[in-house]
């Protein structure tokens, strides 16, 4: 079977933020690598397709190829990771079935502000939350610090650090000033919980499973117990190494579906769809949920393969179990 597996090329200069943030954006090809090596093992025909800054090639080498699906690996366009839904709504217009999640649970659930508002309107707990706008001061503060602070559209882990967590109005409106002027996007404001940490993969089409819960174990030596840039990417720092993720995570069968329901029940709400990944911070023994990944990053040494893993699906198996759900759709719509 003819595979098209499509992902971001790197920009030399990142559009906004950091330059360190290169390091997330690079790795989009090793995964996008790992993923064609997995399908010719598994004995298709795996086309590399990279995204760059225009699309209009994009578009050419897809309707050569004609595959019969396309994994889908692509986080945003031209450094924007808010545009991440229009590359998937383009596989839509172009008629050709795909991985993942679709273009609309992609721009909500990329919008941690609008996922937030979501999640509330429909009773699932998260952290208390506001949003400042691009260029507008902060409002009176009516939450409890500490607070964090986080770009309202990125993913990754990008921009968060020890100085993402404020104790005081003069540290927040700082903080918001950074996301302002080095992101160019809002800034959301949400409650920091310090407490276990868990990612929770769910699996389906609706989602309708879990893989094993994996938790994330911060060394004592940490200025802050958060899943921070470098603690995810830098793998050299002592912010990575103090970063650990335990799978399968150590908790009680009832503490365990507690988790899994709260996850589950937030993908379908959104839609997400063959795999997506949910972190979760408890506060007392209720699993708070802090976004909301319909797109996670799926390299054998990730996450979410690594739960795959302990479940006991090989890299492999995991791949074309995500590949038979696109396939599923294909025979549906075209029934």
């Known amino acids: 079977m003819k595979v098209a597996v499509c992902y971001n090329l790197a920009a030399t200069t990142p559009i906004r933020g950091e330059r360190l943030d290169r390091i997330s954006e690079a790795g989009a090809e090793t995964e996008a690598q790992a993923v064609a090596e997995a399908l010719r093992r598994l004995g298709h025909v795996a086309a590399l397709i990279p995204l760059g800054t225009e699309v209009v090639s994009f578009i050419g080498k897809l309707q050569l190829l004609r595959p019969a699906v396309i994994f889908n690996l692509c986080e945003g366009f031209r450094g924007d990771s808010a545009k991440e839904m229009h590359i998937a709504a383009l596989y839509e217009l172009l008629d050709i079935p795909y991985t993942g999640s679709p273009s609309l649970c ?6 941690k502000a609008l996922t937030k508002d979501i999640l509330v309107r429909h009773g699932l ?4 939350y506001f949003c400042v706008k691009l260029n507008e001061a902060a409002p009176k503060v009516t939450i409890g610090f ?42 959301l404001v949400e409650t920091f919980i310090c407490g276990r940490e868990f990612n929770v993969a769910v699996l389906g089409n609706p989602p309708t499973g879990a893989l094993p819960l994996s938790e994330i174990v911060f060394a004592k030596n940490l200025k802050a117990p958060i899943v921070s840039y470098a603690g995810k990417w830098e793998t050299t720092s002592a912010e990575y190494q103090g970063t650990t993720p335990l799978c399968p995570a150590s908790v009680d069968e009832k503490l365990r579906k507690k988790i899994e329901h709260t996850a589950i029940k937030a993908c379908r709400l959104f839609g997400c769809r063959d795999y997506a990944r949910v972190d979760i911070r408890m506060q007392g023994y209720v699993p708070h949920i802090l976004e909301i990944n319909a797109n996670p990053d799926i390299c054998p040494d990730a996450g979410l393969a690594r739960a795959a893993h302990a479940a006991g699906y090989d890299y492999p198996a995991l791949i074309q179990r995500i590949l038979n759900m696109a396939l599923a759709r294909k025979g549906a719509a075209h029934a």
């Open 125 to 128: 707990p998260t952290p208390d």
């Open 146 to 187: 500490p607070l964090i602070v986080k770009p309202c559209s990125e993913d990754a882990s990008l921009s968060i650090g020890p100085d993402s967590i404020v104790h005081n109005e003069a540290a927040l409106k700082k903080r918001i000033r950074y996301i302002h002027d080095r992101y160019s996007q809002d800034a």
């Open 106 to 111: 992609l721009a909500l659930t990329q919008n």
